[in-house]
């Protein structure tokens, strides 16, 4: 139904309806076998080949940056289908998809399995802890590729304090957010002609992401130690977003 733009400074930022995010998540899974597990969650529907680009170079660019090693515990936020797993098979020493939705989740776990080593929990990103997970010891790493948009503020407030929480002393968190360009952008009920749906999410600016940074992980010893943008050319087909990459560690 609308695309909200909101400046700078303005108060009035709308919420979108977790209902019905859930509903689109559970439809996207419904899908996988038509669409294939990565543009199940990436999108660009009518296209070809962008989602895998986009995939193969998120991975390129971010893989290194996590730093991994054979003791490394990795929590990957918003696992989805599992796409990541098969790029960090092997580079570490015990991996733990979460995800709130049950479709994408199911197909991540018959695909993959679990082991002792790797395991998958179906459960929204604000209520996580380790007890929910249970988890007997924290993380060393978080992944965290295109969920907050799907989350109102409150939300990602909670979950980025909750990243802080599950996260040993020494840790790094890698953030790969689409961030709004100029204004907050909030689609709520909009109509995507590329997925033929309604589709509902929110594009903050770098601003409001430094300021919620702020006032979490920072809060709680994190640095933020490195920024930049993911896309760029032809990959970032959306002049009003663009995809950026956020590292903060702590006692690193």
Partial sequence: MAR????????????????KVAAFFEERA????????????????????L??????????????????????????????????YSALEGKLGHYHGLDASAGLLAYAV????ESENRRFTQLPAHRLSLEALREPAPFDRILCAGLMIYLNDDEVLATLRRFADVT???????????????????LVDH???????????????????????????????????HEADLFN?????????????????RGR
């Fill in 110 to 113: 018959s695909t993959y399995g």
């Fill in 51 to 84: 989602a895998q680009e986009r995939d193969a170079l998120e991975k390129d660019r971010l893989l290194p940056l996590l730093d991994l090693g054979p003791d490394v515990r990795l929590l990957d936020v918003g696992c989805g289908t599992g796409r990541w």
């Fill in 233 to 249: 050319g032809s990959l970032n087909n959306r002049k009003e977003t663009r995809q950026r990459i956020y590292i903060l560690d």
């Fill in 30 to 49: 419904r899908r996988i076998e038509e669409l294939g597990p990565v543009k199940a969650v990436i999108y660009q529907d009518k296209h070809p080949t």
């Fill in 4 to 19: 909200i733009s909101t400046p700078p400074g303005d108060g009035d930022r709308p919420d979108i309806d977790p209902k």
């Fill in 168 to 186: 040993a002393s020494s840790a790094r968190i890698v953030l790969r957010e689409p961030a709004a360009v100029d204004a907050r952008l909030s």
């Fill in 191 to 225: 109509y995507s002609d590329d997925l033929n749906t309604s589709y509902n999410s929110i594009y903050r600016t770098d601003a409001e992401w430094h300021s919620m940074l702020d006032t979490t992980l920072r809060c709680a010893g994190f640095r933020l130690t």
